[in-house]
């Protein structure tokens, strides 16, 4: 079955205290990327990647940093977390180009909370 | 940059009826997708509905369809017969259709649907 997986789904952390949340797909997308949403904003993206070795910063990068060793894998790392990254977090993937072959998967979400 | 606005936080229907959610978007850009996605108390993000931006015919899935005004940048999506199942949160997105960037989705805020029965 085609999917992208998360792990882990709810995560209670502590200020400070380094984390890594998994994602992993299983389609040979090129393409993935970092939601996390709040109420009231919506998804915003915070680092995408085009391919292996290859990312980018997305729309509010502050605080994460991502790695893409692995075509299948690319992992979000919060090195020093705040209370301002309580979230709820979606990893995406896709193919690259045009066409309804395109569509973004979505991870099942990560509830993290920062304390 | 591109953005995309719902103006309202909640909607309520009733049961059977229909009801539609606002979407406005800014964009220069002449090449682009508009998306309707469902989030159910699950959290997982499902795609109702996508239009891309040259066709003019308003994209139909089932009792979902869109309202596409391309120069009013507006982009409305109708339930008709309104189920239980349907109550969720919906969130309009925008997708460029240039090759940078081409996979990025802005979100709007999201406005979220109840069904009452």
């Known amino acids: 079955e085609a999917q992208v997986t998360q792990n882990p789904r709810y995560l209670i952390t502590v200020t400070g205290k380094k984390l890594t949340v998994t994602c992993s797909q299983n389609?040979?997308?090129?393409?993935m990327s970092w939601y996390r949403q709040d109420p009231g904003l919506g998804l915003r993206q915070i680092y995408y990647?085009?391919?292996?070795?290859?990312?980018d910063k997305g729309d509010v990068p502050e605080g994460y940093k991502v790695s893409r060793k692995e075509k299948r894998n690319f992992p979000l790392i919060l090195e020093s977390p705040s209370p301002n990254q309580t979230s709820l977090y979606f990893c995406?993937?896709?193919?690259?180009?045009?066409?309804?072959?395109?569509?973004?998967?979505f991870g099942q979400g990560t509830r993290l909370t920062v304390v | 940059a591109q953005t995309v606005t719902q103006s309202q936080p909640e909607m309520s229907v009733q049961e059977a009826e229909t009801v539609t959610l606002s979407c406005t978007y800014d964009?220069?850009?002449?090449?682009?997708?508009l998306f309707w996605y469902k989030q159910p108390p699950s959290r997982q993000m499902i795609l109702v509905i996508r239009?891309?931006?040259?066709?003019?015919q308003n994209a139909t899935e089932n009792r979902f369809s869109v309202n596409f005004q391309k120069a009013a940048k507006s982009f409305s999506l109708k339930i008709s017969d309104s189920q239980l199942g349907d109550a969720a949160m919906y969130f309009c997105?925008?997708?460029?259709?240039?090759?940078?960037?081409?996979?990025?989705?802005?979100f709007g805020q999201g406005t979220r649907l109840t069904i009452n029965p």
């Open positions: 995406a993937s896709s193919l690259m180009g045009r066409g309804r072959d395109t569509e973004a998967f």
């Open positions: 389609m040979n997308h090129e393409y």
């Open positions: 990647s085009m391919n292996v070795e290859v990312t």
């Open positions: 964009t220069s850009e002449s090449d682009y997708y």
């Open positions: 239009q891309e931006a040259y066709k003019q």
């Open positions: 997105a925008y997708r460029s259709g240039f090759s940078q960037g081409a996979q990025k989705l802005v």
